[in-house]
């Protein structure tokens, strides 16, 4: 393929030497020329900034995205850090060195010459023989001091770069996109929203990184979240209109377009729809001990203390969903859901243990009922071992009962706990009784 791309570019070049004399009337200069300047263009474009460059990078056009900082040199020298959950582990990597350079293919290319874990993991194979199917070298389509425009020379996704701004240090940059990320998509799986564009409307649903079109053909839309908003691969094109960056409005209630045009996203499901519908797709919510109502610290308490009497830790409460599938006479498909309430704790001499309470959950426009059922009966009996504890002895199941009911049973408004409506990954359940019943829970795989 290497030896494909040089003898176009050698074969072009003698094309345009052939008629050089008609070709410099028209251009004032031969292609030849014209591509050196190109070359030397980029590479001083590159070296400018001070501060280096924002690089939104894509591996592939279906693949998520995620920002890279690069700082340029002369003296072909670069500098990478990243912080992403597939190459790094949601660890910031900095200081990454290697060497680039610009080179002429079809184009002017810009290349990463040698290994650079920022870069070159994306496209380093993995188990699979595939990797994440990324680029390291890239062609150059426009280039300004604001913005240049690249495309991976063989997955072919978009990549933007934007200079960075003096003042921000690369480090305060990626605490920036975390906590984009956690008011737009971290957890947020499954979520659905309505793409609305110029009055019409479009269902799509969020996962990992990508906006997929709830049609048959399932068209995909990765993004790049950016410490502003979130920057598709490529432009969205709906409806005669194409919006390509999005920002949270002023509420955080929905991604609104930053192109001028009027397209926006908006969550398709109320706060407690989206509850129900994380239990559906096997998320568990999580309660948050350290952000509780006075009512409900003082149960939460009283269980730890029980516990702790016994020699035992309260580790943890979810909120748990089981779905089966089963038939009916007929042939459909029919969804079995049952709802339980987990409780882990260590116990004195059997270690980390779980007790399990089977529950009933309701929701009625924007308020929940969450009911205790039954204990789930095992063959170590721990929801029954749990009970005995709580209430006291074994003839006091009734009061661990009461305990549970106290802390998590009841009527309850649903608000968000992250500030935003477009990622409710923690929300606050307050009873319609007191305020001060009221707990957080955040959604946990």
């Given at each position: 393929?290497k ?22 009337s ?5 292609a ?5 300047a190109a ?9 400018a900034?001070i501060?280096?460059?924002e690089?939104?990078y ?8 995620y920002?890279v900082?690069?700082k340029f040199?002369?003296?072909?020298q670069?500098?990478?850090?990243t912080?992403?959950?597939?190459t790094?582990?949601?660890k910031?990597?900095n200081?990454?060195?290697?060497t680039?350079?610009?080179?002429a ?5 810009l290349s990463f ?6 870069m070159h993991?994306?496209a380093d ?5 595939d990797?994440f199917l990324?680029d ?5 389509l ?9 495309k991976g ?5 978009y990549v933007t770069?934007?200079?960075m ?25 499954g ?6 564009f110029?009055g ?16 048959a053909?399932g068209?995909v839309y990765?993004?790049v ?5 979130i920057?598709f691969?490529?432009p969205l094109?709906h409806?005669?209109?194409?919006a390509?960056?999005f920002c ?6 929905k991604?609104?377009s ?5 397209a926006?996203?908006v969550?398709?499901?109320s706060l ?7 239990l559906?797709?096997n ?5 948050d ?5 006075p009512d409900?610290?003082g149960v ?8 702790k ?5 309260l580790?943890?409460i979810?909120?748990q969903?089981e779905v ?6 007929e ?11 987990c409780?882990?704790f ?7 243990k ?18 205790y059922v039954q204990?789930v009966?095992d ?14 002895g074994?003839?006091k199941?009734?009061?661990g ?9 009841g ?5 968000s706990?992250?500030g935003?409506?477009v990622?409710p ?8 009784i007191?305020t001060?019943?009221?707990i957080?829970?955040?959604a946990?795989?």
């Open positions: 393929m030896t494909k791309h040089i003898f176009l570019v050698i074969a072009t070049l003698i094309v345009f030497a052939g008629c050089s004399r008609d070709e410099e028209l251009f004032g200069s031969s030849a020329e014209r591509l050196q070359l030397s263009n980029a590479e001083s474009t590159l070296v900034p501060n280096g460059w690089m939104l894509f591996p592939n056009p279906e693949s998520a995205g920002p900082l690069l040199n002369a003296n072909e670069v500098y990478a850090a912080c992403n959950p597939q790094t582990g949601n910031f990597i200081d990454e060195k290697s680039w350079s610009i080179k293919d079809y184009g002017p290319i010459d040698t290994y650079n874990v920022v993991a994306w194979p993995q188990t699979d023989g990797g990324g390291y070298e890239f062609l150059i426009e280039v300004s001091d604001q913005c240049i425009r690249l020379k063989k997955h072919e996704a770069m934007y200079p701004p003096v003042d921000l240090s690369w480090e305060d940059y990626f605490k920036q996109v975390q906590a984009e990320r956690d008011l737009i998509v971290t957890r947020n799986n979520t659905q929203f309505n793409y609305s110029n019409e409307m479009q269902i799509m649903t969020y996962m990992n990184g990508i906006m997929v079109e709830n049609q053909d068209i990765p993004f979240v950016r410490p502003n908003g920057a691969e490529r094109t409806g005669g209109i194409s390509q960056n949270l409005d002023e509420g955080n209630t991604l609104i930053t192109d001028g045009v009027n926006s996203f969550p398709a499901l407690v729809e989206t509850l129900d519908a994380k559906d797709n998320i568990r919510w999580k309660l001990s350290k952000n509780l109502g409900s610290k939460y308490d009283q269980m730890a203390a029980a516990l009497k016994q020699n035992g830790t580790r943890a979810y909120m969903r089966k599938e089963t038939y009916t006479e042939g459909d498909t029919l969804k079995l859901k049952q709802d339980y309430l409780i882990e260590k116990h004195p001499q059997q270690g980390v779980q007790a399990r309470y089977e529950m009933s959950y309701l929701f009625t426009n924007d308020i929940l009922t969450y009911k204990p009966i063959e170590q009996n721990m929801s029954i071992y749990l009970l005995n504890v709580l209430g006291g074994a003839s199941q009734s009061k009962v009461e305990m549970i009911e106290d802390l998590m049973c009527d309850f408004r649903v608000a706990a992250t935003s409506l990622n990954q923690q929300l606050y359940l307050t009873s319609i007191t001060d019943k009221k957080k829970i955040d946990t795989d």
